[in-house]
């Protein structure tokens, strides 16, 4: 039997969820296996490291702490924006999802984190940064 080693393309299935075991995504849901190759950087560390050594067929659950997964929140990714910034029609609300265009013209995914009376404060960081995961993981294929 084969196993996954760098570079091989695969097809997974997994489940990805927090430490007090809620879901956060899962392919097994989508009904699709995702798949990528390992060592292109497309997918965060510790995941492709714990496919390593798997063979077709074979499920494991790793754990995968926040180094190896999206790191710490940066205080330098939560900023404070008046509100006369933002389009009238919008309202914000705590945990409202925004997306902004970064100065070289690449999309930004934030999340309205406090609404105050003239400004919200806004979060750039991953929404799974700061956490430690918990993957069920599949391998469908290796090619």
Known sequence: MSQVKQNDAVKVHYTG??????????SVERGEPI?????????????????????????KTINIS??????????ELIQEVQKNQLPEELKPEVGMPLVSKGPDGREINLVITDVKDE???????????????????????IK
């Open 17 to 26: 969820k927090l430490e007090d075991g809620q879901v956060f995504d899962s």
């Open 66 to 75: 926040k180094d190896e997964a999206y790191g710490e929140p940066k205080e």
């Open 35 to 59: 798949e990528f190759t390992l060592g292109e950087g497309q997918l965060i560390p510790g995941f492709e490291e714990g496919l390593i050594g798997m063979e077709v067929n074979e499920k």
């Open 119 to 141: 400004t919200i404060v806004v979060d750039a960081n991953h929404p799974l940064a700061g956490k430690d995961l918990i993957f069920d993981l599949e391998v469908v294929e």
